[in-house]
């Protein structure tokens, strides 16, 4: 596993678990078979309405809590709901998780008009100790400058749908520039945009004996950027753990990097529009 370090002098895996669709036992047992697999981190969010069962399945592999770094995000409705709201909502993820503390507490999308007073609660759980780190979602540079206007604690990343039809250079650029890493979602194209039946990637998996989504995998970790690959499938979730046996040339990552048709898995996921 390889490990990135934030601006707030925190180091998490580059490789988490991403829990988006999981519900009920299945995402309790999905991040049991992640934690079992290797994986250190792991990615929900209240609007997910899985927390109390990733955190049951946290639970059930043994891992002991602070080996473990766990992002979690502020749901839109709790954004338009104002700071009360908020907190409210911040409160119900840390008694979800494990009644602990949260490793980093992410805006899920940027709400117009809400991102000052939603980053000014979030920051309220960084002091008091029970969040160790804040960060963003979809947000493109203007909406991260809003936030570094007021923020006295900086946002550490920016999760941003991200894959080789979706490369995202002027966000990644932009969000580096400020200090933010970036963190892809929707690594695989979510099994829907055909980015798995690419030809291009096919042959550079058949030619290393490796899978599709090893390779796109590997294409994120070579990129310098954090990757959170979700599934239920016991077998797919160890596949997409076992990327640090190899890596790809600079040739093979340039023909990934060709793909990139600035296409979106959902043209309605545009942060400017969002949510609709
Ligand atoms: P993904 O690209 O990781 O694709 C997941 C899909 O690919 C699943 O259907 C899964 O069955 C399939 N899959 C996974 N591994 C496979 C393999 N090895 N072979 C074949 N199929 C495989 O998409 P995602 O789950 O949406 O994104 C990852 C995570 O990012 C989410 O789980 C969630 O935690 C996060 N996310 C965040 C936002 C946001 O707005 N911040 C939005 C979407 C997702």
Redesign the pocket.
């Known amino acids: 596993m390889e490990y990135i370090k934030l601006n707030n002098g925190m180091s998490i895996p580059q490789l988490g678990f991403?829990?988006?669709?999981?519900t009920g036992d299945t995402a309790r047992d999905s991040v049991t078979a992640a934690v079992k697999s290797g994986y250190r981190m792991i990615?929900?969010?209240q609007g997910?309405g899985n927390e109390a069962e990733v955190w049951a399945g946290i639970a059930a592999s043994g891992i002991a809590r602070e080996e473990l770094a766990i992002s979690t995000?502020v749901s839109t409705g709790a954004m338009r709901g104002g700071a009360d709201a908020v907190r409210a909502s911040i409160r119900g993820s840390l008694a979800a998780l494990g009644n602990a503390y949260i490793d980093i507490l992410?805006i899920?999308?940027p709400v117009k008009g809400k991102l000052e007073e939603t980053w000014k609660a979030m920051e309220e759980f960084v002091a008091d100790g029970s969040v160790r780190a804040l960060g963003l979602?979809?947000c493109n540079p203007h909406h991260i400058d809003e936030i570094l206007a007021v923020a006295e604690v900086k946002p550490v990343f920016n999760?941003i749908?991200l894959?080789p039809y979706l490369a995202q250079g002027e966000v990644s650029a932009a969000s580096r520039e400020r200090g933010l890493r970036i963190e892809s979602?929707?690594?695989?194209?979510?099994?829907r945009n055909g980015v798995?039946d690419d030809p291009a990637i096919a042959a550079i998996a058949a030619s290393r004996g490796r899978?599709?989504?090893?390779v796109i995998l590997r294409w994120h970790i070579q990129r310098g950027n954090i990757v959170?690959?979700?599934?239920?499938?016991p077998e797919?979730i160890a596949?997409?753990f076992d990327i640090f046996g190899f890596a790809l040339s600079e040739e093979e990552m340039r023909a990934i990097d060709a793909l990139d048709r600035n296409e979106r898995i959902n043209p309605k996921?545009d942060p400017e529009t969002f949510p609709w």
Do not use: F, M
């Not at 979602?185 to 099994?191: E, I, S």
């Not at 899978?211 to 090893?214: K, L």
């Not at 959170?228 to 499938?233: A, E, L, T």
């Open positions: 991403g829990t988006w669709k999981l990615d929900t969010a997910y995000k992410l899920h999308w979602c979809n999760q749908e894959h979602w929707g690594p695989l194209g979510q099994g798995r899978s599709v989504a090893q959170i690959p979700g599934s239920s499938k797919h596949e997409n996921n």
